[in-house]
């Protein structure tokens, strides 16, 4: 009887309830744990499942065709950049840079899909869809992207040296030329760079997957902070992994795709995944509180 005393608050609803109420934690949906926050400002993620994928990509295929003349317009952009970025080093007499620079191109994605992203938020909510707009999409949040921005800047910046550290270590002594990658590659020499800067490429695309797969579209989205975009982007990841397995799959493919044809199918490629990644991260933060409420600080979102 004691027992049951204990677990009723004064006006009859389970304490656990009233304790929720109290704090200001929104209701744990049915089936799943009560989730705790590293900070406050993290966002409630919610489960999703492999069938979902293609509900992303569904969606984002809608949202490209309703806007299509802008979506492939800014995809267009970074494609003649990436162009240009190639031929640059080309003429000025540094080749070996451009498979560097443009697979770092691609590891900067998530701050290229910003504009996607935009596209898809004012197509949902009935705004005009500009190129100007998804441009200039980053003003909605000024110091979170800039923060972002900065810090993919610095993980290219990186991943260039790393590249040139192991070409130095499979090829001592030979300066980086694509004339001896090509000859060489099938040399036990050539055979072991390319698993090195496969190994080491993964390691980046995987660490940058974690924390760029939903924290740009929060930033755009929620106008929240850096950090807090990150630890939730990261989260999200982890508690929803097969699907995020899947996801990172179907965006290698994609991406590949694009860039088997010259790069002319990124002008399809990149639209595509960018506004599924808009409605891949719509879903997961479905279930969060309203506007201006925060959550509790505890051990992290999601824990049992």
Known sequence: MMNKEKMTSANGAPAGDAESHETGNPRTPRGQHNP????????YVSEVSTEDVWKWLAAGWSDLKANSAVSISYAGLFIIAGLVLSFGFYFLGWPYLVLPGLTGFLLVGPAVGIGFYEISRRHAAGEKVTLWAAVTAARRNKLGIFG???ALTFIFQVWIRLSFTVFALNFPGVMPDWQIILLRALSMEGVYFGISISLVGAVFATGIFFIGAFSMPMMLDRKSMFLPSLLTSAYAV??????????????VIFTGMGLATAGIGLAIMLPLVGHATWHAYKQVMSGDLPEGQRHPTGSFAGSD
């Open 36 to 43: 705790l926050f590293l900070i406050k400002e993290m966002a």
């Open 148 to 150: 972002f921005g900065i």
């Open 238 to 251: 982890v508690k929803n992994k097969n699907a995020m397995i899947l996801w990172a799959a179907m965006i």
